[in-house]
Each structure stands twice: as C-alpha cells, then as structure tokens.
C-alpha cells in the first residue's frame, strides 16, 4: 500500500516538474522574478521527490529484514 501510494505521488510530483519545466521552455517567465519563482517550485518539487524515493527505499529495505 505504502509503495503504491509513493508510485502515485512521485508520479503527480513527475508530471508538474515536466508541466513547469514546459512552460519555462515556451518562454512563460516574463520577467527575471517569475523565472526564479518558478525553477524554485521546480527545485523543490525534484527534492520532494528525491526524499520520497529515498524514503521508499529505505522503507522497503526494512520490510527485507523482518
């Protein structure tokens, strides 16, 4: 359950990093400010999803030893 839950997750934190990242490609950041703003979000969003991969792995290298 808890992997299935992280699947879909990661797969909504996946898709808004490729959204925003389309969008900074077709030139969305009309100004200096907004481009920082929005390769921030992006930022985080790629740490959130590193941390939730991590914490996956750790979960289901647990779940090994028991």
Known sequence: M???FSEHLREALQSEIHRMSADLAR???S???DYRHMTG???GLSRAEHE???LVEAYEKDQDMH
């Open 41 to 43: 979000i992006i930022q």
């Open 2 to 4: 808890i992997v299935s």
């Open 52 to 54: 939730l991969t991590a």
């Open 27 to 29: 030139g969305s950041a």
């Open 31 to 33: 100004t200096y400010d």
